[in-house]
């Protein structure tokens, strides 16, 4: 077998990589064409490839490490519990004080009478969770007919079966027999690209009443509860008109219907509050929480839960649970993250300062030719891209075309921005520094400037 270290050229690792690893949402074969980048070691919002270049990472990885790559006090805690009690599980009547300590922590933080944690190992199984826990609270209820969930196309909820059916990804959907029964989708409130005439404050109500006809298709004594991303986040940081969750609020309230805020990539200092939801003014009976909750240091979710919930789910026997249910060392590191996030005033920078100064910059960008809207909230922005500004067109070239090669300018710049379609994502750490921001910002240009010249040298716009 190859020694593989650190030192093989990068062609080797690349033929290896495409030889036995299969990535999640990526074409293989063109993988195998192209090479994986292969990163080697990271540091603050910095990455470090096996070429040795130094990347700005605009993404925190996958929206997910809040206090910056490199923090030895994660390290230091992760051993400890390694030596002290490296797994045990919390089945059947028995606990540990990792998953004792974080759980009641996150009560703290939590809003309203979000006071109790179900564990879980990532977003996508707590989710599954979710589905499982509010269906059974009705049931409990004496509301066995309360069966459906209420989602939105384009939203991200998870890859298996069950979170993947609430999530409202057609191209996922279209694989491996999604979505199951009783998940309903209703349109989301991306005005930039569906609000055609009206103002945003219209479209936002507009879209927020989709919830009440569907309700109302459904009939309230059938449907469970409504599950949303305060922000959208992989459907491109779609942030809603002001109008949206207010109203949604309402008629979930008038209905008698639970919330899910799936807080995976808002929860944790994100939008500047340590919940989307607090942001945005929603009170959400649950909270699906992962990511940003160990800063993606080890794997690890959860679901917050109202103490109504957890009563009456506390009453019989909920038959649901993970090995790793409150794992002892992920949920060490978490603890010891949000004693981070906390003592360093990292959400307060994320509202208070560098968070603002961000969002100057970034709003900047509109002054690009090639930027229509530039839209962030906290450290979570998206910028769309587009032909014409004043009619906000999309390009003639299918979906997606133009975001990949201003996403391939953006690599060639040493900066990770994702694309989704046509719109570009920022998500950086969360202790991004202003002279880091402004080397964003930057690169960001550099990289609009080329994509533009590159639309121009192929035609498509
Ligand atoms: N919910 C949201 C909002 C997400 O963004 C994600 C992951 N991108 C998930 C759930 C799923 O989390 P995981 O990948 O940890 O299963």
Same mark, same amino acid.
């Given at each position: 077998?190859?020694?593989?270290?650190?030192?093989?050229?990068?062609?080797?690792?690349?033929?290896?990589?495409?030889?036995?690893?299969?990535?999640?949402?990526?074409?293989?074969?063109?993988?195998?064409?192209?090479?994986?980048?292969?990163?080697?070691?990271? #540091?603050?919002?910095?990455?470090?490839?096996?070429?040795?270049?130094?990347?700005?990472?605009?993404?925190?990885?996958?929206?997910?490490?809040?206090?910056?790559?490199?923090?030895?006090?994660?390290?230091?805690?992760?051993?400890?519990? +390694?030596?002290?009690?490296?797994?045990?599980?919390?089945?059947?009547?028995?606990?540990?004080?990792?998953?004792?300590?974080?759980?009641?922590?996150?009560?703290?933080?939590?809003?309203?009478?979000?006071?109790?944690?179900?564990?879980?190992?990532?977003?996508?199984?707590?989710?599954?969770?979710?589905?499982?826990?509010?269906?059974?609270?009705?049931?409990?209820?004496?509301?066995?007919?309360?069966?459906?969930?209420?989602?939105?196309?384009?939203?991200?909820?998870?890859?298996?079966?069950?979170?993947?059916?609430?999530? @409202?990804?057609?191209?996922?959907?279209?694989?491996?027999?999604?979505?199951?029964?009783?998940? %309903?989708? $209703?349109?989301?409130?991306?005005?930039?690209?569906?609000?055609?005439?009206?103002?945003?404050?219209?479209?936002?109500?507009?879209?927020?009443?989709?919830?009440?006809?569907?309700?109302?298709?459904?009939?309230?004594?059938?449907?469970?509860?409504?599950?949303?991303?305060?922000?959208?986040?992989?459907?491109?940081?779609?942030?809603?008109?002001?109008?949206?969750?207010?109203?949604?609020?309402?008629?979930?309230?008038?209905? @008698?219907?639970?919330? $899910?805020?799936?807080?995976?990539?808002?929860?944790?200092?994100?939008?500047? =509050?340590?919940?989307?939801?607090?942001?945005?003014?929603?009170?959400?009976?649950?909270?699906?929480?992962?990511?940003?909750?160990?800063?993606?240091?080890?794997?690890?979710?959860?679901?917050?839960?109202?103490?109504?919930?957890?009563?009456?789910?506390?009453?019989?026997?909920?038959? %649901?649970?993970?090995?790793?249910?409150?794992?002892?060392?992920?949920?060490?590191?978490?603890?010891? =993250?949000?004693?981070?996030?906390?003592?360093?005033? $990292?959400?307060?920078?994320?509202?208070?300062?560098?968070?603002?100064?961000?969002?100057?910059?970034?709003?900047?960008?509109?002054?690009?030719?090639?930027?229509?809207?530039?839209?962030?909230?906290?450290?979570?922005?998206?910028?769309?891209?587009?032909? #014409?500004?004043?009619?906000?067109?999309?390009?003639?070239?299918?979906?997606?075309?133009?975001?990949?090669?201003?996403?391939?300018?953006?690599?060639?710049?040493?900066?990770?921005?994702? %694309?989704?379609?046509?719109?570009?994502?920022?998500?950086?750490?969360?202790?991004?520094?202003?002279?880091?921001?402004?080397?964003?910002?930057?690169?960001?240009?550099?990289?609009?400037?080329?994509? %533009?010249?590159?639309?121009?040298?192929?035609?498509? +716009?």
């Amino acid at each position: 077998m190859a020694q593989i270290t650190n030192s093989m050229p990068t062609a080797e690792m690349q033929a290896l990589d495409a030889a036995h690893h299969m990535h999640p949402f990526t074409h293989g074969a063109d993988l195998g064409k192209k090479g994986a980048r292969i990163i080697t070691r990271a #540091d603050g919002v910095w990455l470090t490839d096996s070429e040795g270049h130094r990347i700005l990472d605009g993404m925190a990885g996958l929206w997910c490490v809040n206090v910056g790559y490199g923090r030895q006090e994660l390290v230091d805690a992760a051993t400890r519990q +390694m030596s002290e009690l490296p797994f045990y599980n919390t089945f059947f009547q028995t606990s540990h004080l990792p998953a004792i300590k974080l759980a009641e922590r996150l009560a703290q933080l939590a809003p309203g009478d979000l006071n109790h944690v179900f564990f879980a190992g990532s977003g996508s199984e707590a989710n599954d969770t979710n589905l499982r826990m509010v269906r059974t609270y009705w049931e409990l209820k004496g509301q066995p007919s309360k069966k459906a969930v209420i989602s939105r196309w384009n939203a991200y909820h998870g890859s298996s079966v069950g979170s993947g059916s609430l999530g @409202g990804m057609k191209g996922m959907h279209a694989q491996g027999g999604m979505p199951i029964p009783d998940i %309903h989708h $209703i349109d989301q409130p991306n005005w930039w690209a569906e609000g055609g005439d009206m103002s945003p404050e219209e479209f936002g109500l507009a879209r927020a009443r989709l919830l009440e006809e569907k309700i109302l298709e459904l009939g309230p004594e059938n449907v469970a509860a409504f599950i949303a991303e305060p922000v959208q986040g992989a459907g491109g940081v779609i942030i809603p008109p002001e109008t949206y969750w207010p109203e949604i609020s309402r008629i979930l309230k008038e209905y @008698g219907i639970l919330l $899910i805020a799936d807080e995976v990539i808002c929860g944790f200092g994100r939008t500047g =509050n340590w919940f989307g939801s607090q942001t945005m003014g929603i009170e959400p009976d649950i909270m699906t929480i992962a990511k940003g909750l160990s800063s993606g240091y080890l794997p690890i979710g959860g679901s917050i839960v109202s103490s109504e919930i957890a009563q009456v789910i506390g009453d019989a026997e909920f038959n %649901h649970g993970y090995t790793y249910s409150g794992h002892p060392v992920a949920a060490a590191v978490a603890l010891e =993250n949000l004693r981070i996030l906390d003592e360093d005033g $990292i959400v307060d920078a994320v509202r208070d300062r560098t968070g603002p100064y961000l969002q100057k910059k970034f709003k900047g960008l509109t002054e690009h030719p090639l930027v229509g809207e530039a839209t962030i909230v906290g450290m979570m922005g998206s910028i769309a891209l587009t032909p #014409d500004k004043d009619s906000r067109a999309a390009f003639e070239a299918e979906s997606g075309t133009v975001g990949y090669i201003c996403r391939e300018r953006c690599f060639a710049n040493d900066l990770v921005m994702r %694309h989704v379609g046509d719109r570009m994502i920022i998500s950086p750490p969360l202790v991004i520094s202003e002279a880091e921001i402004d080397t964003l910002i930057e690169r960001a240009w550099t990289s609009l400037d080329e994509c %533009h010249a590159e639309l121009k040298r192929q035609g498509l +716009m």
